[in-house]
């Protein structure tokens, strides 16, 4: 009895722990993704966007290796990082700096998430906190001050800030974590629906942070001030439309599945067009930023369908994937054919999910 009193007791604290990091981290990671369209070159920017998911392939290693340091040690991996980007201009030295900042930003965000999730507040709780992350990423993009050098080292003291809330929080998920990234479940059939998954989520994630931002670069030349305000507005329209888009979508019953794919379709409409919506203009971005927010709140659904089919690892790992994708589409392809391609790989993508999973997908009425 005085066993389970104790964890009843320990568990609040381990959430409000858990609950900091995450803001810190979700703060550092969305800042810098922000940052990176100006201040890091093409190569750079990809490894940057592909690997803080795609680097989620080590966790296994990380944990073997690492143990119940392996939070402690990864945000001191993404601290490190974030200082060799402030202070080195050598290409090699950046590109691993990229490359390790996101290692680290990567297994410390899953080890999070993973422990979260445990419980339903818990997850809810963490979606919050990651939101609360980007509206204050946001602020801190609207300082006009800022130099690559200060913002990274103070992106960096921000996350060793976690090091002494991490060293009190335990975690009771890691060899559930490690056991399911080796689980192949149904095979290669069962799998690739949710590759595509994340694929078209990483797509629709970094419309904010490179198709905005050069299709507005495209127009005026260099980013208004205002520009950081686009991303508190995208975690503003989730954090209040969530719940009722929800229940919007729950009204469809039967029909549900397909009002997910219509609006996750139309989104991808929407995020073809930057120019037809004008968004080097304040009402412009608004709008069109306020729309794919609104679409966005359809992939909860993907999220939830994920967990029952155990692929919730390969569908974050293939985010990764996709958001790498768009950074190198927007910088190799020429406007507005690189809007128009993710958007078709985007629309393309959710059809071909609802193909693999049309056997399974009435699970999603449960």
């Known amino acids: 009895m005085s066993v389970q009193t104790t964890a009843a007791v320990a568990k609040p604290v381990i959430n409000v722990r858990l609950f900091l990091i995450r803001i810190i981290t979700a703060v550092s990671l969305f800042a810098v993704l922000g940052k990176a369209n100006v201040w890091l070159d093409t190569a750079t920017n990809s490894i ?8 989620l392939l080590l966790l296994p290693l990380t944990l073997l290796v690492l143990g119940r340091r392996s939070l402690s040690v990864t945000l001191s991996c993404a601290a490190l990082g974030l200082v060799l980007l402030a202070v080195t201009s050598n290409q090699g030295v950046v590109m691993f700096a990229a490359a390790l900042f996101a290692y680290g930003i990567a297994i410390a965000g899953y080890l999070i998430k993973s422990e979260a999730a445990q ?3 818990g997850a809810a709780y963490n979606r919050v906190a990651m939101n609360m992350g980007s509206l204050l990423a946001g602020l801190i993009l609207l300082s006009p001050l800022l130099t690559p050098s200060m ?8 996350v060793l800030l976690c090091l002494p809330i991490a ?16 689980v192949d ?18 797509i629709k994630l ?9 299709a507005i670069l495209r127009e005026t030349g260099e980013l208004p001030s205002w520009y950081g305000l686009m991303l508190i507005l995208n975690s503003a329209v989730v954090v209040f439309a969530q719940v009722p888009m929800m229940k919007l979508i729950e009204r469809t019953g039967r029909f549900k599945v397909l009002a997910v794919i219509g609006i996750i379709a139309g989104g991808f409409a929407v995020l073809s067009s930057p120019a037809a919506f004008h968004v080097q203009t304040l009402v412009g971005a608004l709008i069109w930023v306020a729309l794919l927010s609104l679409a966005e709140c359809a992939f909860s659904y993907l999220d939830y369908f994920s967990v029952k089919q155990n692929n919730m690892f390969i569908k974050e790992v293939s985010l990764g994937v996709g958001a790498g994708l768009t950074v190198l ?10 809007a128009l391609l993710l958007a078709a790989i985007g629309a ?11 056997k399974t997908v009435a699970s999603l009425h449960d």
């Open 206 to 214: 970094f419309g904010v942070f490179s198709i905005l931002p050069q």
């Open 185 to 202: 479940g149904s095979g290669w059939r069962n799998k690739l629906p949710w590759v595509i998954a994340g694929v078209i989520m990483g």
């Open 48 to 55: 940057l966007a592909l690997g803080y998911r795609a680097l």
């Open 167 to 182: 060293a009190g929080a335990t975690f009771t998920t890691q060899p559930v974590t490690a056991a399911a990234v080796t």
């Open 329 to 338: 589409i927007m910088r190799v392809v020429p406007m507005p054919y690189n």
């Open 348 to 358: 393309a993508g959710i059809l071909a999910w609802y193909w693999f999973n049309r």
């Open 151 to 158: 913002f990274f080292l103070g992106a960096a003291a921000f």
């Open 119 to 121: 419980t339903k507040e």
